[in-house]
């Protein structure tokens, strides 16, 4: 009965599928032969409705782009991409996207916070930092060395804790400033209940109506 109702679904799921394609005047998506059975894969339907996170193809602009940005704050992760690049591309590339959208979104926060932009590029060099230091600390073989590497690692962290509370109480605060307007409005569309209905009735009969439903 189970495999009776997934074989119905997998038909309807198909049937939308062709009508949406041949409605829009655009070729069918080549099938991928590595797909399991569909009458036997209830999690693949779920796959399949579930919405898939935005990918975009990476240009050689991009790559370029992507690349000095990671040059620029990590050169030493330099090395590890081209290795990455030669044996796993797919893995290269998807690692390079997000390097370019971290790119995009720094961009955007110098333009629209500059003092969080400058917290966030301090962020980023004490996390190069740690990772330094607890690399030398575990390879280093001079105790007092490695004590001192110890001592600076604390102070790195430390700061990387405060530095990461400040940007918490930054998003606290937006949130509570969101919620208070979302209060308000929710207050005011009580107030204006009967005018408010009234305003949808009006649109959904033709009329005109100076209140909106949403």
Do not use: C
């Not at 940005?69 to 290269?92: H, S, T, V």
């Not at 004590?147 to 940007?167: C, G, H, K, T, Y």
């Amino acid at each position: 009965m189970k495999n009776k109702l997934t074989a119905i679904l997998w038909m309807a799921l198909s049937v939308a599928l062709l009508d949406s394609t041949f409605a829009q005047d655009t070729p069918l998506p080549p099938v991928k032969k590595d797909l399991p059975p569909r009458g036997n894969d209830p999690l693949l339907m779920q796959k399949l409705l579930t919405p898939q996170p935005e990918i975009f193809e990476l240009t050689p602009e991009m790559e370029k782009e992507a690349l000095a940005y990671l040059a620029q704050r990590d050169p030493r992760a330099l090395d590890e991409f081209n290795k990455i690049k030669g044996i796993n591309p797919r893995i290269y590339n998807e690692r390079l996207r997000q390097i370019w959208k971290e790119r995009q979104r720094l961009e955007d926060l110098q333009k629209d916070d500059p003092v969080r932009y400058e917290r966030e590029l301090k962020i980023r060099d004490l996390e190069r930092q740690s990772r330094e230091l607890s690399e030398g600390y575990r390879k280093g073989q001079d105790e007092a060395a490695r004590r001192a590497m110890r001592a600076n690692l604390s102070n790195v962290i430390a700061q990387l804790f405060d530095l990461r509370e400040i940007n918490r109480q930054d998003e606290v605060k937006r949130l509570e400033a969101e919620l208070r307007r979302l209060k308000e409005t929710l207050d005011q569309r009580q107030k204006n209940r009967a005018g408010i209905i009234e305003r949808r009735i009006q649109q959904l009969t033709g009329e005109a109506g100076a209140m909106e439903w949403e």
